[in-house]
């Protein structure tokens, strides 16, 4: 029990925390855009498959992780837009759309690794190329910070700008208050002059490119290959994340780092405590049913006090 102690106060699992929160925290702020915007985004988990597989595919056929990430986001953005085009052109529910999209990214990706590679679930064939690590200047040898934040994926950097620059444009920019008005009320925001179904397309748009970036470091960054479900839910644990967040990018990167540390408390305990493989699993999944349970408790709480003045 003490070497568990030792490693969960050490600066290696605070690193690992911020590897960790690094795809759900994607995924977070991809579910933050597009709920902002009115649409329930279901389809990151679908997403971010996809975009692991596409970002694989490409790096190998470049030999270059950067236009393998640039084909990752494209394949992204692509998706989110197709389920814009289902839910605002064709009318179709944005949960059984969002569905519907992620059992074609679990069954397509498997199929399209197969025909590309014959490999059945695992790129091991595959001579994919990783996203590089980067050394921090100046903070990487100051003692502890250093060690925590300096020498993570680039993409870890790009996820914690993402949480400024998604703040800065939802709350600072016109296109940002178009999306929140949007988002709580279509009719007044078409009545004063906004395109309401052209702000949710560039809203989806944005949504996909975000999950799209956590899939890419799942598969270039997280892990140096694809393998069969490999976002494990982590698109469905953002967006549990992004309703416990309030929607908003700060709420997202604090919510989301507090399940990293739940992910990273199950490896650390699996290494110090002699239990079985599949409770340790199981913690991250618990951690969200358990904070989901919380957030509804505490908003029924606040509803019920509004009721009662």
């Known amino acids: 029990m003490q070497s568990v102690f030792n490693i969960i106060f050490s600066p290696d ?9 690094t795809p759900i925290l ?29 970002g694989v595919i490409f790096s190998a056929y470049f030999s270059s992780a950067w236009l ?3 084909f990752a986001l494209i394949s992204g953005g692509l998706v989110g837009l197709f389920l814009g085009f ?19 990214a679990a069954g397509g990706t498997i199929f399209l690794l197969y025909i590309i590679s014959g490999d059945r679930g695992v790129s091991s064939s595959i001579k994919s190329l990783v996203l590089p690590k980067f050394p921090l200047p100046v903070i990487k040898n100051i003692p502890i910070i250093g060690t925590i934040l300096s020498m993570q994926n680039i993409l870890t950097y790009v996820v914690l700008l993402s949480v400024i620059v998604i703040h800065i444009l939802l709350y600072k920019t016109p296109l940002g208050l178009k999306i929140r008005a949007v988002g ?7 009545s004063v002059g906004i395109n309401v179904h052209k702000i949710q397309y560039i809203a989806v748009t944005i949504s996909g490119i975000l999950a799209a970036f956590g899939g890419a470091f799942l598969s270039m960054g997280y892990l140096s290959m694809f393998s069969n479900g490999m976002t494990a839910g982590r698109g469905f644990i953002g967006l549990a994340a ?39 699993q199981m913690l991250p999944y618990i951690t969200t049913i358990v904070g989901l349970a919380i957030f509804s408790y505490s908003k029924k709480k606040q509803i019920e006090k509004l009721k009662s003045k």
């Open 13 to 21: 699992f605070f690193y690992d925390v911020l590897r960790v929160t």
């Open 26 to 54: 994607f995924a977070t702020l991809a579910a933050t855009v597009a709920s902002r915007s009115g649409i329930f985004n279901i389809a990151l988990e679908g997403i971010m498959l996809i975009a692991a597989l596409v």
């Open 68 to 70: 393998g990430l640039l």
């Open 86 to 104: 289902l839910v605002l052109k064709l009318k179709t529910d944005a949960i059984l759309a969002g569905i519907a999209i992620n059992l074609m």
């Open 184 to 190: 709580e009320n279509p009719n007044a925001a078409e």
């Open 242 to 280: 992004d309703a416990m967040g309030g929607s908003t990018p700060i709420g997202a990167l604090l919510v989301s780092l507090l399940f990293g540390i739940a992910d990273s408390m199950g490896n650390v305990i699996q290494t110090g405590i002699k239990i079985p493989y599949e409770i340790v």
